[in-house]
């Protein structure tokens, strides 16, 4: 009975990680979009990522997880450097694509979707075992 009820948590908690994930995700694209034909691809990304990590921090702590108890400034940066790992995924991911490939080059949003996807995974774990590791919460 414990066991099916962790395994419910996880599994909710993956879920409402991954629709946060999605909304990250169109913050990050359209920003990139937009921001693409003023300052290129690449400083699109250096603006519009930290603008998505730190929506997607918000939505985490008030929809997936609940607060950690840390005063919001503070888990505010546990989880920044936490998802560091996401966060070199995601950007490598990125730059490697839309220097090699010319379709990603010409719609960053391509490129900016196979990020999000390879930091998911590390970035859902980091968040759960780091930063909101002591929380309960009825997700979504």
Same mark, same amino acid.
């Given at each position: 009975m414990r066991e #099916?009820?962790?395994?419910r948590a996880f599994i909710g908690q993956l879920w409402c990680f991954s629709l946060v994930g999605v909304a990250a995700f169109v913050i990050n694209?359209? !920003?990139? #979009? +937009?921001?693409?034909p003023f300052a290129g691809p690449v400083?699109?990304?250096?603006? *519009?990522? %930290?603008?998505?990590a730190t929506a997607a921090w918000w939505m985490n702590r008030h929809y997936t997880f609940g607060a950690?108890? !840390?005063? %919001?400034?503070?888990?505010?940066l546990q989880y920044v450097l936490a998802n560091s790992?996401?966060?070199? !995924?995601?950007? *490598? +991911?990125?730059? $490697?694509?839309?220097?090699?490939l010319s379709l990603?080059?010409?719609? %960053?949003?391509? *490129? $900016?979707a196979?990020?999000?996807i390879a930091g998911l995974a590390a970035n859902f774990f980091l968040s759960r075992r780091? $930063?909101?590791?002591? +929380?309960?919460k009825n997700w979504c």
């Open positions: #099916e009820r962790i395994g694209a359209g !920003l990139v #979009e +937009t921001l693409v400083r699109s990304q250096m603006i *519009a990522f %930290p603008l998505a950690s108890g !840390l005063a %919001p400034h503070r888990e505010w790992a996401g966060w070199l !995924l995601n950007n *490598a +991911t990125y730059l $490697v694509l839309i220097f090699n990603a080059y010409t719609h %960053p949003v391509i *490129a $900016v196979a990020g999000s780091m $930063v909101f590791k002591k +929380t309960e």
